[in-house]
């Protein structure tokens, strides 16, 4: 078993594999930063929920609960924006719209992580993790 160099990248991959195959949960290492994301997520109405699962003597692992609208699941895409090898940082005045406005982006800010609509309205930039849709 390989180290993995982009966590965020794997978890949202097994986010994106789950929906296209209409799977209700999906399971991942635990992280304070990819339990943030989905506390976003949620936030913002694109999971049902998510909770952490602590097994006996192993890592704890994070649990997603996929929504799904009319059969359809509500993520119907995402796209990781900063990568190990290349960061993407933006200013408070230069966070995009996804999809003029349908979509949302995450980032990680010096105070915390949050969604593109609500750092603009603390007026704070940071590292644009990704795009969901």
């Not at 180290?3 to 994106?16: Q, V, W």
């Not at 930063?33 to 699962?53: C, D, H, T």
């Not at 005045?93 to 995450?106: A, C, T």
Request: glycine share 10%; with cysteine; hydrophobic share 40%.
């Amino acid at each position: 078993m390989s180290a993995l160099t982009d966590p965020i990248a794997d978890f949202l991959t097994r986010l994106r594999n789950a929906c296209s195959a209409g799977r209700t949960e999906i399971l991942a290492p635990y992280s304070k930063m990819k339990a943030e994301i989905a506390r976003i997520l949620k936030q913002e109405g694109y999971i049902s929920n998510f909770e952490v699962e602590t097994g006996e003597g192993t890592h704890a692992k994070l649990k997603v609960v996929n929504k799904f609208v009319n059969r359809a699941p509500a993520i119907t895409g995402l796209k990781r924006v900063s990568k190990p090898g290349l960061r993407r940082y933006v200013g408070s005045d230069e966070i995009p719209r996804v999809l003029g406005g349908i979509g949302i982006s995450i980032l990680s800010t010096s105070k915390g992580l949050m969604s593109g609509r609500e750092a603009k309205k603390q007026n704070v930039g940071g590292e644009l993790l990704a795009f969901i849709w």
